[in-house]
């Protein structure tokens, strides 16, 4: 008799062990999908006399413009540019390439551009200075009006 229930008791584990399979791959598939949907983060830092342009855009046509916009920043200084950009069919949207661009020569020393799927941010020297509010408009304008965006004071 315990020969018959463990035989009709190991179909009802092994079903389970399945089902309990089956879960974690749809909850994995839905993290995965739910993170490439978000698309990788957009970041750009002007510091130690260059700037480190990291994270992904969407095209090679981005990536250029936001490297010729380094380069010019820094003087026609190419070697100066640490361009980490991956291209990323899924990356954060850049709507306008040349605004991000025109922000990029207009950074100074210590600003930190973040962009992350819903909101953007910038670290700048001062919050109110004419050079952070032409900042603030090329920020929307390179994001688009469906992306916040926040200045805040560096350190």
Do not use: Y
Not at 73 to 88: A, K, P
Not at 102 to 122: A, F, K, V
């Amino acid at each position: 008799m315990k020969t018959q229930r463990r035989l009709h008791s190991r179909p009802v584990v092994i079903a389970l062990a399945i089902a309990c399979v089956m879960a974690l791959v749809a909850a994995w598939h839905f993290t995965a999908q739910t993170s490439a949907a978000a698309g990788p983060p957009l970041e750009i830092r002007w510091h130690g006399n260059g700037i480190v342009l990291q994270g992904a855009v969407r095209d090679v046509a981005t990536q250029r413009a936001l490297a010729e916009g380094a380069a010019a920043r820094l003087g026609g200084e190419t070697d100066q540019v640490v361009d980490w950009l991956d291209i990323v069919p899924s990356a954060l949207p850049v709507a306008d390439a040349a605004a991000l661009a025109d922000l990029i020569r207009l950074g100074q020393e210590g600003w930190h551009l973040q962009r992350r799927p819903t909101d953007g941010w910038l670290a700048v020297q001062s919050l109110s200075d004419e050079r952070s509010t032409k900042a603030r408009a090329l920020l929307r304008s390179a994001f688009g009006a469906d992306v916040s965006i926040e200045l805040v004071a560096l350190p």
